[in-house]
Nanobody, 129 residues
Framework: QLRFVESGGGSVQPGGSLRLSCTPT????????IGWFRQAPGKEREGVSC????????TYADSVKGRFTVSKDKPKNTVYLQMNSLKPEDTAIYYCLAVPILSTHVPEKCTSKNAFGDWGQGTQVTVSS
């Protein structure tokens, strides 16, 4: 079973920053591409960003492009999502899961429908003044 633990969420004011972490439980990320997804209350889950197993290719949703940066730390076996210039509409529970390689090349393919593994509890991000 592919299981991940998300952390790093919190409450910030608009314009603030947070860094989310995605850590696998019991396996290495060496061979897995990872996607970040979020779900706001009353809305469908949406893809935020995907990164290849090598860290060389990434995709971003238009709504976060230029503000969010996904990265992979191989020694720490962790994928990060650096979120800057946060907006109230970024408020959601954020999840990470494995994705196919295509999701890291084509933004429209970085979706929860293409993700696989066990959905965890996620980490809550709240942006409000």
């Amino acid at each position: 079973q592919l299981r991940f633990v998300e952390s790093g969420g919190g409450s910030v004011q608009p314009g603030g920053s947070l860094r989310l972490s995605c850590t696998p439980t019991g396996f290495t990320l060496e061979h897995y591409n990872i996607g970040w997804f979020r779900q706001a209350p009353g809305k469908e889950r949406e893809g935020v960003s995907c990164i290849s197993n090598t860290g060389d290719t990434t995709t971003y949703a238009d709504s976060v492009k230029g503000r969010f940066t996904v990265s992979k730390d191989k020694p720490k076996n962790t994928v990060y999502l650096q979120m800057n210039s946060l907006k109230p509409e970024d408020t959601a529970i954020y999840y990470c899961l494995a994705v196919p390689i295509l999701s890291t090349h084509v933004p429209e393919k970085c979706t929860s429908k293409n993700a696989f593994g066990d959905w965890g509890q996620g980490t809550q991000v709240t942006v409000s003044s």
